[in-house]
């Protein structure tokens, strides 16, 4: 079977989307499936056989996206679908009309996963109107959007029942991503903690992920003080890149928190993520706008439990209580959990080798071939 996939967004640009698509693609061919993707070109990257870049430009306010060229992408998604059995969208921008458009010319079963829970961004970038008007709209797009496909892949239970709700009929299949376990289990930490200055004794709790405001990086910075009560060697490594990053660390300046915050950009996920996730004794996470929650899982792996809210798509992995503690969506009861768990190195030990049997339960295998199952079932 080959599958044509279509994207907004693909490596060199990280994030989770693309890193849900690169899991996919290494592990498929196990299952007899090809893929062929069609995703931007940023830097001219050459397309190859099964990966086709096209141009576009950067998106206003965030220049590490590419707004497509409509008709190169639609043209180019035309083209390579016509040996293949089933069109799988990833994203809901050019990518999903261009693609929508191709299995439709070309007689093919089409699908997406829908990895964006969009009502709680768009308010960050649209701040002047209102937000419940924003809201509204977010959800007619992606009701519209998805009761054109054939079906729907959510990475989470909540994003399922969140589809529902938005009146989505067409049918809606709950599997998410799963994680190439090999890749996080032979990290340095000992290395990563000489590399940054950290003593390799000190508590090091670690957020990975885009620097952005919808990450929640503000409620961990209200956090960490009542962590400090009680563990005041404690430091926050936030690793990342993103819009927010030089509001986060004028932040940091402003509340005198220097010397227990340190920001280390971003980290290249073959040679440098496992080593830092390895390095930290805890995952400390509170966005609550995840549709999956991956880098929990990453950072499960590498044997560092999480610290997280529980809240959309993080729910489905914190839920069990496995390799993760869950406090309260609060500052004060966040922090105290935070340290709780630093200082209690029995426990801490515990929750590091349950996270790892319970990352093996989300393995990138696993959860090819359930998708590859599906693939079968909509192009028989």
């Known amino acids: 079977m080959r599958v044509l996939m279509t994207s907004d967004v693909y490596f060199p640009r990280i994030n989770g989307v693309s890193t849900s698509i690169d899991t996919f693609r290494r592990t498929l061919g196990s299952f007899g499936v090809e893929l062929r993707l069609v995703v931007p070109s940023y830097q001219g990257e050459a397309s190859t056989p099964d990966i086709l870049r096209v141009a576009g430009r950067p998106v206003p306010r965030d220049p590490e996206d590419r707004l497509l060229k409509w008709r190169a992408m639609r043209q180019t998604c035309l083209q390579a679908a016509a040996d293949c059995d089933l069109v799988h969208i990833q994203t809901p921008f050019v990518a999903h009309y261009a693609g929508v458009r191709a299995a439709r010319k070309r007689g093919l079963p089409v699908m997406a996963t829908y990895h964006t829970l969009f009502e709680e961004y768009l308010q960050h970038y649209a701040p002047m109107l209102p937000s419940g008007w924003l809201k509204q709209q977010a959800r007619n797009f992606s009701r519209r959007q998805c009761n054109a496909l054939d079906a729907v892949v959510v990475p989470s239970s909540a994003m399922q029942q969140r589809l529902l709700d938005y009146g989505v009929t067409k049918p809606i299949h709950v599997l998410p991503t799963g994680i190439p376990l090999d890749n996080f289990a032979n990290g340095c930490g000992s290395r990563f903690r000489q590399q940054h200055g950290i003593a390799a004794e000190r508590p090091m709790a670690l957020f990975v992920g885009r620097v952005a405001h919808e990450k929640n990086i503000d409620f961990l910075l209200d956090a960490l003080p009542h962590a ?122 515990q929750l590091s080798q349950d996270a790892v049997r319970y990352a093996a339960e989300w393995s990138d295998r696993a959860m090819a071939s359930r998708l590859s199952q599906l693939y079968h079932s909509l192009a028989p």
């Open 228 to 349: 400090l009560e009680t563990c005041p060697d404690l430091l926050l490594v936030i690793a990342g890149e993103g819009p927010a990053r030089a509001e986060l660390q004028q932040e940091v300046a402003q509340r005198g928190l220097q010397a227990s915050v340190q920001f280390i950009g971003y980290m290249d996920r073959v040679h440098e993520l496992p080593s830092c996730y390895a390095a930290a004794d805890v995952f400390a996470f509170a966005s609550t706008t995840e549709t999956q929650g991956l880098v929990l899982l990453e950072a499960m792996a590498a044997g560092t439990p999480a610290v997280a809210l529980a809240a959309m798509g993080t729910i489905d992995i914190l839920a069990p209580g496995r390799g993760a503690v869950a406090p309260p969506a609060e500052a004060r009861a966040y922090g105290q959990a935070l340290a709780t768990v630093l200082l209690d190195r029995s426990r801490l030990f």
